[in-house]
Nanobody
């Protein structure tokens, strides 16, 4: 499985960005798709996940502002980010794992994901 992120950049507070993750490879190994982010000096954290039947979960820090979605026909995962804040500044990573349904959504640690993209930087200025 290969994952390639794009769409990052610099934006002012209140702005929007859309991240893309192009996926290839064995589909059963990417039944659980997620976006993580890592700010300087902080641990990588999962912020949004979509399971094998399209149910999504987002962390409280981005709820109401970020939306995760995917287009299976295009093998692409998206993260729509609105009302961006300086605290959203981080490197954003796409990740894929083979868990499904409840376990996909519940297990938010990095160890639940076998495949990672290289990351894309998002910088939000005040």
């Amino acid at each position: 499985v290969q994952l390639v992120e794009s769409g990052g950049g610099s934006v002012q507070s209140g702005g929007s960005l859309r991240l893309f993750c192009s996926a290839s490879g064995y589909t059963k190994s990417r039944s659980c798709m997620a976006w993580f982010r890592q700010a300087p000096g902080k641990e990588r954290e999962r912020i949004a996940v979509i399971d094998n039947i399209g149910i999504t979960t987002v962390t409280d820090a981005v709820k109401g502002r970020f939306t995760i979605s995917q287009d299976n026909a295009k093998n692409t995962l998206y993260l729509q980010m609105n009302s961006l804040k300086p605290d959203d500044t981080a490197k954003y990573f796409c990740a894929a794992g083979s868990s499904k349904a409840f376990l996909c959504r519940a297990l938010d640690g990095m160890s639940n994901y076998n495949f990672w993209g290289q990351g894309t930087q998002v910088t939000v200025s005040s």
